[in-house]
Antibody
Framework: QLQLQESGPGLVKPSETLSLTCTVS??????????WGWIRQPPGKGLEWIGS???????YYNPSLKSRVTISLDTSKNQFSLKLSSVTAADTAVYYCARMRGGLLGGPSYYFDYWGQGTLVTVSS | EIVLTQSPGTLSFSPGERATLSCRASQSVSSSYLAWYQQRRGQAPRLLIY???NRASGIPDRFSGSGSGTDFTLTISGLEPDDFAVYFCQQYGSSPPLTFGGGTKVDIK
């Protein structure tokens, strides 16, 4: 059974960089036709997609965050990471990592079938 | 940008009732790229439906999805206690490539 687990600081100061890691177990991040992504949810609000990356390096980002976001994969550790720079209080949220089915084979695609439990990151001085 | 509107924000039902949730897109969405998720309080979202009408693994058959173009529906026939939760729709398409609806909370009447 595939499992994802987020890790990283729960508190980040304004203007600094938020860094999170997602460790994948029970499967490989080099699996064909699956992307690895990040979604966030401010307290009491809805879901916002941040970005998704394929093990080849191909990536999609939310244009509203693209200038501040870096997603990277470490296939040797079966992990992927999120960096969000110049954070403000508006970036306070629960951050989820998730696996996304890609569209390489056609048919139903681009949905998140496995999620981590989420980690709350608060931006405050 | 494709905006997904889920309204109303809250629906109230009694256990055993049938719930019909709406997801309306501002532009046409491919049925292959429309998904539904359930989020219970304090938990991560869980995939229910993908490709507009395909149940995810382990999802009971009381959950069903339908629709095409700009109008999609999630139906829960016979609400059980664990079904009272928030439901989100999600689409993949034009820029931004991926968006979620604002969610509908299914409350106990």
């Amino acid at each position: 059974q595939l499992q994802l687990q987020e890790s990283g600081p729960g508190l980040v100061k304004p203007s600094e960089t938020l860094s999170l890691t997602c460790t994948v177990s029970g499967g490989s991040i080099r699996t064909n036709n699956y992307y690895w992504g990040w979604i966030r949810q401010p307290p009491g609000k809805g879901l916002e997609w941040i970005g998704s990356m394929y093990y080849s390096g191909s990536a999609y980002y939310n244009p509203s965050l693209k200038s501040r976001v870096t997603i990277s994969l470490d296939t040797s550790k079966n992990q992927f990471s999120l960096k969000l720079s110049s954070v403000t209080a508006a970036d306070t949220a629960v951050y989820y990592c998730a696996r996304m089915r890609g569209g390489l084979l056609g048919g139903p695609s681009y949905y998140f079938d496995y999620w981590g439990q989420g980690t709350l990151v608060t931006v405050s001085s | 940008e494709i905006v997904l509107t889920q309204s109303p924000g809250t629906l109230s039902f009694s256990p055993g009732e049938r719930a019909t949730l709406s997801c309306r897109a501002s532009q046409s969405v491919s049925s292959s790229y429309l998904a539904w998720y359930q989020q219970r309080r304090g938990q991560a979202p869980r995939l229910l439906i993908y490709g507009a009408s395909n149940r995810a693994s382990g999802i009971p058959d009381r959950f069903s999805g339908s629709g095409s173009g700009t109008d999609f529906t999630l139906t829960i026939s016979g609400l059980e206690p664990d079904d009272f939760a928030v439901y989100f729709c999600q689409q993949y398409g034009s820029s931004p490539p991926l968006t979620f609806g604002g969610g509908t909370k299914v409350d106990i009447k």
